[in-house]
């Protein structure tokens, strides 16, 4: 979670300071929430992240070069300079390069995991996750069904964090809970606090525990706060103040340190140190990416690296 956020918050300072084109999106309040999805999964399975999933794609194992590299169009980054953000991953490794048309990857883990059926891959999961506005998408409806049908290990975890861009909720959906869809679906469905990493961890992990089990879909809602804008041009001024005065705008960061010195297992020194040593590994790391050549395009062979099989003369053997 602390390296989740130190990182955003260092990407968010490179793009005030001209240094990434694009955009940047941060997790700013997502990232228990995020942490308990990555860290609830194990290797084989399927990890498809999105936008403020910075914090669940390092606990899944994504390197910090990774992300630097692509946000600093490295070409040794994973999308060699192609991507400025967030479309990034390693498949091989089951974490899925992101598509941003919401509710486009839910579809996707469907697939990988009816290939891992075919191939009688036993016991392995797929999880993503989706924003409370993506949850009106056709791709959204249409994926959710299908996994119910074929039964599919699928965790598809919905962060509600109360707005889509400057949409409230009370204009996406007119369910009392994104959860009663759960119930439309025939799929089982479980809500969590996303400000308390113990709950997310719990209600995640059982999710988990069950899809593996072979019991089909699992529909997680989450409910928390954007704790930023959209991205980092967009300085949210639309939040309702009351909204982050209640408890789904506290800040699940500092709600996990208070649990660990209220419950005696460090104490403030350690988190200093915490908080130091991962400021340094970010500096580090960007410092190491700075020093890289930009790309040439007259090298390139323009293939990204994820997709060998797709370039010309390509020959598995
Ligand atoms: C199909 C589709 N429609 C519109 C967009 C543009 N868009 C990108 S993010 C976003 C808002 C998403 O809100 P939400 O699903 O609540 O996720 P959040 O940003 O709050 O995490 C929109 C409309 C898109 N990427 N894909
Ligand atoms: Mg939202």
Partial sequence: ???????????????????????????????????????????????????????????????????????????KGPMRSR??????????????????????MIPVVNGVLMAHRFKGLASTVGATTIGDGATSTGAFHEAL???????????????NNQYAYSTPTTRQFACKSILD???GYGVAGAETDGTNLSDCLA???????????????????ASLLRLCGHGEH??????????KQSPLGRDCLKLAAQ?????AWSDQAALDRWQASTVQQVEEAVATVQREAGPDPYQEEWCALACDRLREGFEDV
């Fill in 83 to 104: 991507d400025g953000n967030v479309h990034r991953g390693r498949p091989r490794e089951g974490l899925l390069p992101m598509i941003s048309h919401l509710g486009a």
């Fill in 181 to 183: 869809r759960a119930v």
């Fill in 1 to 75: 979670m602390l390296l989740g956020r130190i990182l955003d918050e260092k990407f968010a300072s490179l793009y005030r300071g001209g240094k990434i084109h694009g955009g940047v999106f941060i997790g700013r309040g997502q990232e228990a929430l995020s942490v308990a999805i990555g860290s609830s999964l194990r290797q084989g399975d399927v990890f498809a992240p999105l936008i403020r999933d910075l914090a669940g794609r390092l606990s899944f194992g994504e390197p910090i070069l990774d992300a630097v590299r692509n946000y600093l169009g490295s070409p």
């Fill in 259 to 263: 649990k660990i010195l209220d419950q």
């Fill in 145 to 159: 069904n299908q996994a119910a049908i074929e039964k599919l290990p699928l965790i598809l975890v919905v962060a």
């Fill in 203 to 221: 209600v995640i992990g059982q999710a988990v525990q069950n899809a593996r089990a072979g019991n089909g879909p699992q529909l997680i809602v």
């Fill in 234 to 243: 967009d300085d949210a001024g639309y939040i309702d103040p009351e909204l």
